[in-house]
């Protein structure tokens, strides 16, 4: 059964708590917070303030998404705000090994996150440090994008390479999952799915949240 993560980015933030209540009653497993500094991405999201408040309403774990340059500088306060898991980006980070170290000494899990373009072989010996990796199946910063095909190669390589090592690293995809290719990206060998569109607006969030547990 999938682990469901929905993404905050999508949801209707005049009514961020009655949207988090939604989250915390329905099947989903984490809650995903997207973090941007219109620097490493496009985009401007929110900070840790947010995760803060989505802290309150929930004990589900958040899972902290960092689209930002220079993730170390905000860990121990993204720590301090609630966060459980927090993932920074491979690519924006030339002392990773340094990142997690960080993020695991303040009692989170450690995620890394790899963008389309980088390559799953990338992580082979980061692999040994980390819980989670969250594969971009879309450009990151923005939500509502196309899932990148491609994307269910890449699963398979990395499923691959954490079974052959004997890990138990959770393989989560980020972007553009729907019901409709939630059951193949599961086939091809992902734990967590992360969803903001296709939750937060369909007709009935919990159902579709539902749907995509048992993709
Ligand atoms: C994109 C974010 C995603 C985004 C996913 O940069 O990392 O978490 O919210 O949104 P959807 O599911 O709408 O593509
Ligand atoms: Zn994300």
Redesign the pocket.
Known sequence: MAIVAP????ANFLRLEDECKMVDESEGDWF?L?I?DGRF?P?ISFGPMIVEFVRKTTKKPCDV?L?ILDPGHYAEELKNAGADHLSVHFEACPHLHRNIEQIKSLGMKAGV?INPHTLVAELSDVLYEIDIV?M?S????????K?IPHTLEKIKQLRKMIDEKGLKVQIEI????TLKNAASIMEAGADVL??????FKSADPKATIHQLKNS
């Open positions: 993404s905050l980015l999508a995903h997207d941007m991405v985009n998404h689209m996150a969250c971009m879309v450009n990151p910063g923005f939500g509502g994008q899932f980020d972007g553009g999952v992360v969803a903001g569109n296709a939750v």
